[in-house]
């Protein structure tokens, strides 16, 4: 039977510890003190899990140097199994399997990032490890990477038990085990469902029988699955994501609902709004035309246009400077956003340029970058990184989802987050 691994990548142990006590009651088998858990809380982490619940636990402390001493310290904390990076040198990887011996604990080997994965697994077999898992780690997961595509030929090449660790869910856990994992190492699919127990519950089943359970947890979204994700979060979650940049918040949300796709670029003077209504027959069905009307007053887009837009399936529109018909375009229920409203019109003259890197607000945004609105402002992602970001994004949703169910049962922000522990004294 395959071994439920549960890692818990939380920095504050007592959150830990209440998922944990979750994960136990779903069906967990062993639980894992994550890498940023120790690096927060040390070795702290792994004596609580040990003395709490009578389940091995694993220390993941993917060490790199000093093997052995690493190994001593979590064995003496009561780890049963502790992990060593395979790009470690060789003599870290049998200092640290010698001190495991010594203590009664168990190594495994994480092959994240190993050129050969395979030949590096043949390897490590010889010199006496215990476990080798197959792991595409959460930065990879973001740009879409699977653990799937080298599992099977690295549990082909080994006698040793194989873990599979990266994006597993509900949905994939029973395709690892068809590809040889026999311990599934499972991290946000669980640890960031509001219940814990049932997520549990929902992947050991998905282990047992074998079976594809729909997962909206931890899903890693591919280009076709975009405008679907960004749908899903917000505007805060994407600035989040990027480190608070590339946020607009200066615009009025006149109207429709939330609004995701690539940009339409335009360029123009304030008043000749020329470019800005062309630019609709160059805009593509599901696009957003962003126009920079150089924060002007007076107005470059109205009512018509939004019908044009409407009728054309654009996904909306952006206009930095003055925008008028406001109560045609509220009845119109599309989305547009604007810098100021006016009355007055101007001239289409027919300067400015189409499809051309403009600023709005200090952030720049190209052609074909993605626009995503609602009503706490704009947020801006570079079609260069649009799987990466979109799936961060995705990422900081679901932890905000587990805070505030923890919220509900009867905790404040300030005490699940334990901001008076993380406070600098000044």
């Not at 091995?56 to 060593?84: H, N, Q």
């Not at 960004?230 to 009025?252: C, F, M, W, Y």
Request: neutral net charge; proline residues 4%.
């Amino acid at each position: 039977m395959p071994i439920l691994q549960v890692a818990l990548d939380f920095i504050i142990l007592e959150r830990a510890l209440k998922a944990a006590e979750e994960a136990v009651k779903g069906g967990a088998d062993w639980l894992e003190a994550g890498t940023p858990l120790i690096k927060s809380e040390g070795m702290r982490a792994v004596r609580e899990l040990k003395r709490k619940f009578k389940k091995p636990v694993v220390a993941d402390l993917k060490t790199m140097d000093v093997g052995r001493v690493e190994v001593e310290i979590a064995a003496k904390s009561g780890a049963d199994v502790i992990t060593i990076m395979a790009v470690a040198d060789d003599g870290t990887i049998r200092d640290a399997i010698d001190a495991a011996r010594k203590y009664g604990a168990k190594i495994m080997v994480d092959l994240l990032n190993h050129p050969n994965p395979v030949n590096r697994a043949k390897e490590l077999e010889k010199m006496g490890v215990d476990y080798l898992c197959v792991h595409v780690g959460i930065d990879q997961q973001m740009e879409g990477k699977n653990p799937l595509e080298i599992l099977r030929e690295v549990a082909k090449s080994v006698r040793i038990p194989v873990a599979a660790a990266g994006g597993l869910n509900s949905e994939n856990v029973a395709n690892a085990v068809e590809n040889g994992a026999e311990i599934i190492i499972v991290g946000g699919a669980i640890i960031k469902a509001p219940s814990i127990e049932e997520a549990t519950k929902k992947i050991r089943k998905a282990i047992d029988k074998r079976i594809s359970i729909k997962s909206e947890l931890y899903k890693k979204y591919s280009m076709k699955e975009i405008r679907e994700a960004l749908i899903k979060v917000s505007t805060p979650n994407i600035s989040d994501a990027q480190h608070r940049k590339n946020a607009i918040g200066e615009l009025i949300k006149l109207g429709g609902g939330k609004v995701a796709g690539p940009a339409v670029t335009v360029r123009t003077m304030d008043g000749d709004w020329a470019k800005a209504v062309e630019a609709i027959d160059i805009a593509k069905p599901g696009e957003v035309i962003v126009i920079d009307a150089q924060d002007g007053k007076i107005a470059v887009w109205g009512e018509l246009a939004t019908w044009s837009c409407k009728v054309k399936g654009i996904e909306g529109v952006v206009v930095y400077g003055a925008v008028r018909d406001v109560d045609e375009i509220k009845k119109i229920d599309y989305p547009v956003f604007a810098r100021r409203t006016v009355p007055n019109a101007g001239e289409p003259k027919g300067f400015g340029e189409i499809n051309v890197e403009i600023s709005i607000g200090g952030v720049k945004i190209k052609p074909g970058d993605w626009i995503i609105g609602d009503e706490s402002g704009l947020a801006v992602i570079s079609k260069e990184k649009i799987i990466e970001i979109t799936n961060r994004a995705v990422d900081v949703m679901e932890h905000e989802n587990r805070i505030r169910e923890e919220i509900k049962r009867g905790g404040t922000l300030s005490s699940v987050m334990k901001l008076k522990e993380w406070e600098v004294e000044r």
